[in-house]
């Protein structure tokens, strides 16, 4: 099976998989919650034939779906996992479904559905024989809480794995070359002893004054930490009268850096100051780790089929009604956040996507070498086998993720912009299993980036997934 086979098995899956997306835009849930969504994913997989372990790490919203043996073995990596407060209707105006429910304000409708659609074009090459090896779709819940990889990853899911590809709905098609900040996610209680706050204070120890001063002492910490680190926290509870000492009071913390190393040198140095605010205040402190990830490792063999890959599909192929829709919804969009969104992209195609409101043409590599402000779990996964992710043009230029712009277009045009990714998915992995070349190479790029760097889990012992836990 030629790979022009693999992208008319995607195309053939078209209305299919809108249909997925749109049932799984429909149904937000949050992450450890997605049951009606991973089921959608694992029915059809079941349907074409695929092996599926449910269930992974621990996490019942967490799956391994497999067809083909031997090697190579490529995976696949989906999401599915909702945001809160972004319920919002398919309109160019903040119109929620459900005032404070859940909405798609990522994309993850469309990205584990893609991954389907590319891992059903696979095995179908596999099955006709004109591929050898194993396809993986990895359902991987939690992203927005940077959860489900993590879990996976310490369950040994990614161990066998020769490569692993995935994806991410956005405003414009591109590979992502750039790295990712490592985090650990820390929430520190503080337990001290209640008291009435003007009779008898001197009765109490104030679990707020701990809060405050691990605070106080983080921001006095900032000027000694490298640029590059990012260090920022919420009260989560800090007590429910001013008249009544706080018995208990949370803060949960986020620490990122360029490094692995750097952010538990960092998380060491915030837990030291959280047991002196303990001291300080006569309380007690329980650190509770929630999850950690690491940088992502961008893999140049892999990226640079995806490059190949989109380039041969072209874009996109939206229309009129498409961007009509995409421009109603970019006059919402400050100019600001618009030219922000245009920064180091390449200047032909930066002046091209500010005339645009909807911008679909491949879009070559770029910010190689530089680092993202955000952070991923699939870093943890580029640690453990050669990786590589794109972008897909799904929203409207300029539209930042987490807003309900992203979750209307999301219900709407970004439909088109899954089946486009899945043609992505499904041509890169046709190529890795087919050309044992460009797996090895890809390997001997890992071996020769990663040294004697191995991956370890940033999970103590005793974590267990976080089900209480949803994203902010």
């Not at 859940?102 to 893609?114: E, K, Q, S």
């Not at 995935?166 to 002893?193: C, I, N, R």
């Not at 580029?382 to 794109?390: H, L, N, Y």
Request: proline content about 6%.
């Amino acid at each position: 099976m030629a790979k022009s086979d693999v992208y008319e098995a995607v195309e053939s899956e078209r209305e299919r998989l809108r249909s997925m997306a749109r049932e799984i835009w429909e149904t937000p849930e949050l992450g450890l919650h997605e049951e009606e969504s991973a089921q959608v994913l694992i029915d059809r997989l079941e349907a074409e034939g695929f092996e599926i372990e449910v269930g992974v790490g621990g996490m019942p919203t967490a799956f391994v779906a497999s067809y083909g043996t031997g090697d190579p073995t490529v995976g696949i990596l989906g999401e599915y996992d909702a945001l809160p407060d972004l319920s919002q209707t398919v309109s160019a105006e903040r119109d929620p479904v459900e005032e404070g429910a859940p909405g798609h304000g990522c994309g993850h409708n469309l990205f584990g559905v893609a991954g389907v659609g590319a891992a059903v074009g696979v095995k179908r090459a596999i099955e006709r024989g004109d591929l050898t090896g194993t396809v993986r779709f990895y359902g991987c819940p939690a992203e927005e809480t940077l959860v489900g990889k993590v879990f996976m990853a310490r369950d040994g899911a990614f161990d066998d794995l020769d490569a692993a590809v995935t994806w991410h709905p956005s405003t414009k098609s591109t590979p992502d070359v750039s790295s990712s900040l490592a985090l650990d996610s820390v929430q520190f209680t503080f337990e001290g002893v209640s008291a009435h706050a003007a009779a008898s204070p001197e009765s109490g120890r104030s679990a707020l004054d701990a809060v405050e001063l691990l605070n106080s002492g983080v921001e006095y910490m900032r000027e000694h930490v490298p640029e590059s680190a990012r260090i920022h926290y919420v009260i989560t509870e800090g007590g429910d009268a001013p008249n009544v000492v706080p018995a208990e009071a949370t803060v949960w913390y986020y620490v990122r850096a360029p490094e692995r190393a750097e952010v538990d040198r960092l998380t060491d140095w915030v837990t030291d100051i959280a047991e002196a605010a303990a001291a300080m205040t006569r309380t007690e402190v329980d650190r509770r780790y929630i999850t950690g990830c690491w940088d992502y490792l961008a893999n140049p063999t892999v990226s640079e089929v995806i490059w190949e890959t989109m380039r041969e599909l072209g874009p996109v192929g939206y229309d009129d009604e498409d961007r009509a829709f995409a421009a109603d919804l970019k006059e919402t969009i400050p100019d600001e956040q618009v030219e922000s969104s245009l920064e180091d992209l390449p200047e032909e195609h930066a002046e091209a996507m500010r005339e645009s409101a909807l911008y679909d043409e491949p879009v070559p590599p770029h910010a190689e070498g530089e680092v993202g402000g955000g952070s991923t779990e699939v870093g943890d996964v580029s640690w453990i086998t050669p990786t590589a992710q794109f972008r897909a043009a799904t929203w409207a230029v300029g539209t930042p993720a987490h807003t309900w712009q992203a979750t209307a277009a999301n219900g709407d045009f970004g439909e088109k912009g899954a089946v486009y990714a899945a043609k992505v998915l499904g041509g890169t992995v046709h190529d890795l299993l087919d050309d044992p070349d460009l797996v090895e190479r890809a390997n001997e790029e890992f071996d020769e980036t990663t040294g004697d760097r191995s991956y370890e889990t940033p999970l103590p012992p005793e974590a267990e997934p976080p089900f209480d836990v949803t994203a902010e």
